[in-house]
């Protein structure tokens, strides 16, 4: 009786929040039983070793096995130290008229409070009866298994109170991707090759000490949602004017199954009323990672005084896509002439130079020797009103001091340069 009423108590302490979270999800219970309330579609709970293992019961309102589509209620779990085998709740994935396995897409997910340090307990997620992947607290710390493999410590901090949420995502038919967060802290798997379809969940709880605290789990918020998000979770794109190009730069936060990503851009200042997007690059992905991933693109396609668009095409091994936001740029025009120093300097065997028009006017950029040789025309032609930037290679020259000019419109400038070999 007393191990009851400690029981209880925690419901006390614990549902405020729980609770919460089970309103905050009412609308999503109806996709397991079309809101009938009555278990149909999703079938009832199936406990093991009732009495003396432990026992479950729908905590918030204490009137024993509840279906889960009563939104007020949230689920608990208690073990009992006797030496029987794990206390189990179990249902199957039976949560329309059409299906009784997650589909392509998606996602299971359950939030769970895990509290004292006693036991073991957590939850399996399995296809058919392979187990496909666990999450469990034991021993003072948490911990996750992929099909039989060994259990690996999440590295995170314990506490005696946590709310975790749990997500799977059936990617195809044989393969998923298991999703755990607890406030900041975020573990996301590779692709796990399940073999088939995530059909049951199961809650345990397990090796309950004799005269220690009740061994107990809270779970609530139970759903199957259809519009899972792409497994990359892109957190910023951004485009910025340089010269005559244009750097895109973007971060993920995760990655599942990225084959990398299509940069598409069109001109948004054109006459056109549909968007021309045309791709003018791919950068390759990281297939999966759990941690944060920079990337960028320089466009050196793109005119001065123009307006352009652009957007990100993620891409999966599996060829499904999804476009990203998109994120607008203006290249700008010049307001004078102006030929810029050549960088490096001094130089072997090359080097930039950078030159503004600020019209379409036609170039003439030469390097000479000390002599007034030419040695080389880097530009002979009319171009348009922007920066550019040309690159002088003097593999064939001797070391010295050569001089580059520039004639564009009645400006002409002259500036020194050095070759060391």
């Known amino acids: 009786m007393r191990k009851i009423i400690t029981f209880f108590f925690l419901i006390y302490l614990i549902y405020p929040i729980f609770g919460q979270l089970a ?14 309330n009555a278990g149909n579609g999703f ?50 994935f039976n949560y329309s008229s059409s299906y009784s396995e997650l589909q392509d897409g998606h996602t299971f997910s359950a939030k769970l409070a895990i509290a004292f340090r006693n036991g073991y307990k957590g939850m399996v997620l399995r296809s058919g009866t392979s187990d496909v992947f666990r999450f469990q607290a034991a021993s003072d710390k948490y911990e996750k298994r992929e099909l039989l493999g060994s259990y690996d410590d999440l590295g995170w901090s314990y506490s005696q109170t946590s709310i975790f949420t749990v997500e799977i995502t059936q990617v195809n038919g044989t393969q998923v991707y298991v999703r755990i967060s607890r406030g900041s802290d975020i573990y996301t798997s590779s692709l796990i090759n399940a073999g088939g379809r995530i059909d049951e969940v199961e809650f345990y709880v397990g090796s309950t000490e004799v005269g220690n605290d009740l061994n107990n789990l809270f ?41 990398g990503f299509e940069i598409e851009r069109t001109i948004t200042n054109s006459k056109l009323q549909i968007p021309n997007w045309e791709n003018v690059g ?32 993620q891409i999966d091994f599996d060829g499904q896509f999804e476009y990203s936001s998109i994120v607008n740029v203006e290249v700008g025009v010049p307001m004078e002439f102006n030929l810029a120093q050549n ?10 130079i950078e030159y503004s028009v600020p019209s379409n006017e036609f170039v003439t950029l030469k390097v000479y020797d000390v002599l ?8 002979n032609e009319t171009k348009e009103a922007g920066k550019y930037n ?24 002259v500036k020194k340069m050095m070759l060391v070999k």
Do not use: C
């Open 282 to 313: 791919f950068v390759e992905g990281h297939g999966n990672s759990n941690s944060a991933k920079q990337y960028s693109y320089v466009d050196n396609s793109v005119r001065a005084g123009q307006s352009y668009s652009y957007r990100l095409k």
């Open 43 to 92: 079938t009832t709970w199936v406990f093991s070793n009732s009495g003396a293992a432990g026992q479950f019961i729908a905590s918030s309102a204490g009137q024993g096995f509840g279906d889960i589509n009563v939104s007020s209620k949230s689920f608990g779990m208690y073990g009992n130290p006797f030496g029987a085998n794990e206390a189990k709740s179990i249902r199957n």
């Open 372 to 379: 007034g040789n030419t040695v080389s025309t880097l530009v």
């Open 219 to 259: 779970f609530n918020s139970l759903e199957i949602r259809s519009d899972s998000p792409l497994p990359v979770e892109l957190t910023s794109f951004s485009a910025l004017s340089q010269s005559n190009t244009v750097n895109l730069t973007w971060e993920t936060a995760t990655e599942v199954n990225n084959y």
């Open 343 to 352: 960088y490096p300097n001094p130089f072997n065997p090359s080097t930039s």
């Open 23 to 36: 309103s905050d999800n009412a609308g999503n219970y109806t996709t397991w039983s079309n809101g009938d």
């Open 390 to 413: 040309v690159t002088f290679d003097a593999s064939n020259l001797t070391s010295g001091i050569y001089f580059y000019s520039i004639n564009a419109g009645g400006f002409t400038q």
